[in-house]
């Protein structure tokens, strides 16, 4: 039986703002996102495939999920390993679109595990 490392665990709180975030700037792989929302607003996790700071409405999106309002908490886990080419990072949004570049408010809480 071969081990396999069980990845890096990273926590993230939303600022007002689009959270522009590298989380690892080399390739590598998320094998699990927890998105807990506890704003009444729904907002817009999107994965960027990038070692730089990736620019909101700008940056190619690769995955974008939405994490459903709720003051009393709502959100999501995926476990289900997404490989990058370059780097890891993401952005926070208020809207579906790829191009969308407004904010998110704070009140997000984000888990990712990466290798």
Known sequence: MSYESPGVPVHFLSAATTNPTVIKASPGVITSITALNTTAVLYWLKLHDTLTT?????????????????????GFTINVPIKFAYGIAFTLVGAIADTDSSN???GINLNFVYR
Request: no cysteine.
């Open 54 to 74: 990736p620019i909101a409405g700008t940056t190619a999106v690769v995955q974008s999920y939405p994490i459903p309002a709720s003051v009393a908490g709502n």
């Open 104 to 106: 998110a408010a704070t």
